[in-house]
């Protein structure tokens, strides 16, 4: 077995745990062995650790050292619920780029279909979630949190900077938003959310909705995208700045 990443799912200040699926994928596919090496994110840190006992419920790593404390970009997505495979392709994307939280939101244009049965979609988001970030060698998981309706969503009180994405809003870009916000904040890294619309767009209300509650709109540029694409145009941006 050579030196691989896993993500502890239960953990300790010295040891790590993997357990149900992940155990059983270590004992009886790869053959873990105690004494073997690897590395274990646990609490947004990676270690370098050694397996003590393996069973086909659980594994149980040593941990030996800290290797590195990357930790994810203090981004927030508001990802309206859209055509599975695409939200799918998204949320691995998003995870890749160092998405800290992922919030799928039914919108008015959300499909009927799609909204009735997002709440058992999470699971799968959440596993989809959990391999981009050991294969992006992240140091820590996305949250992917329960579904929920735009207007409870905005509703909630936070301290984060909000932008809108909105492909009818021609003067003010992305770019311009975050660095007018990276200028008036005290923080080196202040939070973000970016909210993006289904696929048929955000409806009139909705929009007035985010104004409201203060979210200001930013454009991509003056093609529309579809909602993945803006997904990911807007975390590369974030994260460029
Ligand atoms: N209403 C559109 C499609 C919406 S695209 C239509 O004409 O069919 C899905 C989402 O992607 C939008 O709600 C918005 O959040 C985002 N988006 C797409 N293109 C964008 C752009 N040029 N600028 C900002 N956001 C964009």
Known sequence: MTRRRWIADTFTDTTASLLGAQAEHLARVLR?????????????????????TVSLEEVRFKL????????ALPFTLLLAVFKFDRMEWAIEKATELGVSTIVPIIARRTEKHLALSADKRVERWRRLAHEAAKQSRRADLPAIEDPIALATRLSRNTSA?????????????????????LKISS???????????????????????????????ASLGPRILRAET????TLAVASAL
């Open 32 to 52: 873990a062995q105690a004494g073997t090496q690897a590395d274990i994110v646990a609490g947004g840190r990676v270690y370098q650790a050694v397996i003590e």
């Open 64 to 71: 030996l050292s800290v290797l590195d404390a990357e930790s």
């Open 161 to 181: 900077h909000q932008i809108l994405l909105a492909e009818d809003e021609h003067t003010v870009s992305l770019r311009q938003r975050i660095q007018a916000a």
């Open 187 to 217: 923080n080196d890294l202040p939070e973000f959310e970016f909210a993006i619309g289904p696929e048929g767009g955000w409806t009139p209300e909705e929009i007035s909705l985010f104004a409201k509650h203060n979210w200001q709109p």
């Open 230 to 233: 803006a997904a990911i145009a």
